[in-house]
């Protein structure tokens, strides 16, 4: 199901049996939708599992948010080159 | 159902207690009411259990403040925490690996050792830590910004999610009822009374009412006309790819507004904010903080200048001026109770729930939490706690 993290169709559905039954807590039960791909590996085939699971075409919920950036970013080309440049802190 | 522990079917007529919001201060709440006996309980919450601050928090945890209000406050939850899991038979993943308040500049260093002096003196162990400590402690850590800091042993980080399911769990097992996809509009009241809630489905009544709303308590006092200077803030945090373990200790530093830890995974989580406050309740990010962040978390462990970020997201709370919550008795509404305005409210939650419930149940105010009383706000005193990573608006 999710390559990323390694979550598999059994850990879905017996997240769900147990009472994860929303995109929202099932993401945060299993991990999917939350690896480096950005969901863009499970996102569909977790949609297809909740929908076969609530018995439906479509899920009943829209999937959760996609977090920027859409793809990894190294943190050091996200830093500002002239250090003094953020606003500081409290000193 | 959301999850293990919410209720099927809809909420009764009536309960003892309504409890208005399902975040880890609502469910603290509700499960140390459950086990001092009251049981006929509903908390009431609009969208999914945690998918408010209590899903989005940096999950830091110390007692190790600087004023006696909050060390004492916060020493009973950080008690709580280490006999968690065992207490609610859910594992919170609590790793007691310390934390770490670093000092920077001059002036925090020479403060450092007055502070420490004063936890002594409430009462809560914390160690005073020199350059070559710290470096010791943070090998990674840039020693231009690691120059000094308080280090608290037992202190560290739980798992956000765990600790709102393990809360929610337990208090369903004692016999609350927790409902997801319930909108609470307002909070009735007559002849200065709590009366119930009205909601999407009706009303409910209840002769007492928790508010443990988070972000929007603010807007639900205001339902029952309780006026106290809050305002919405928005937080945001990052999360990194896993990376071989390069820090074992919660760390926080004032001077940079920033706060992080590694998980047991290996990604490097952390928060930074700017002075002032993001007044708003969106969930989006903002480009702005992906670069503070950045910048801040690679100047303090230049080595993660190579790591990606995964992950940007944000989380909203409410704010008092002085930045401590507030706890207990609305002003001028009996039996409407207050779990609000929680900048740290991960950390309180475990004492806070046990000393509200406590209030409620015996009618006496714990010592422990008079001071953080909404009158407070309106007679204009506030709390004096120094070693916070959050600043206050410039007004105060
Ligand atoms: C990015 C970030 C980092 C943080 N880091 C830390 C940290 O490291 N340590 C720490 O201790 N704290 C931290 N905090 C603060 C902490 O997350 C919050 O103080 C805490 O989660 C507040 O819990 P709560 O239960 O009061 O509110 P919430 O978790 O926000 O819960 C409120 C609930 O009420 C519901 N609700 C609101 N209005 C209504 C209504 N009218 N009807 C029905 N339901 C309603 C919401 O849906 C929500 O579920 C951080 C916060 C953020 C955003």
New interface residues.
Partial sequence: MCPCHDATLFDLRSSWEAGYRHPETLKRATAVFMGPCQGKLCGKVAGDVIAALQGAAEPEERRPSVRPPLFPVRMGDLAYEDESKPAGGAA | ??????ATGRPKAGYDVVVVGAGVQGLATAYELARSGVTNVAVLDRS?P??GAS?RNGEMIRSAFSSREWAQLFDLSLRRFSELSAELDFNILFSPSGYLVLS??D?ELRRQDLVAAKQAEYGVQSEILDAAEVRRLVPHANPELARGGIFQRRAGFAHH?AVVWGYLRAAARAGVSVFSGVDVHAVLTSGGRVTGVRTDGGDIAADIVVNAAGAYSDDLNLTADVHLPLVKARLEMIV??PVKPFLRCAVA??????YCHQTARGEFVGGTE??GHDETDS?N?T?HM???M??????LFPD??????????AGTVSQAPDLAPVLGEAPGVSGYHLSIAWVYGFMGAPAAGRLLAESITTGRVPAVMAPFEARRLIEGRSIAESTLVV?TDGRS
């Fill in positions: 159902m959301t999850l293990p522990g919410v999914w945690g998918g899903g920077t500049t002036e999610d990194t790819e530093t004032p001077h940079l507004l920033g700017l002075p969930l990010t480009y992906l670069r503070d950045a910048t801040k978390w690679v100047r993660l200048g190579g790591v990606r970020i995964l992950r940007n997201w600043t």
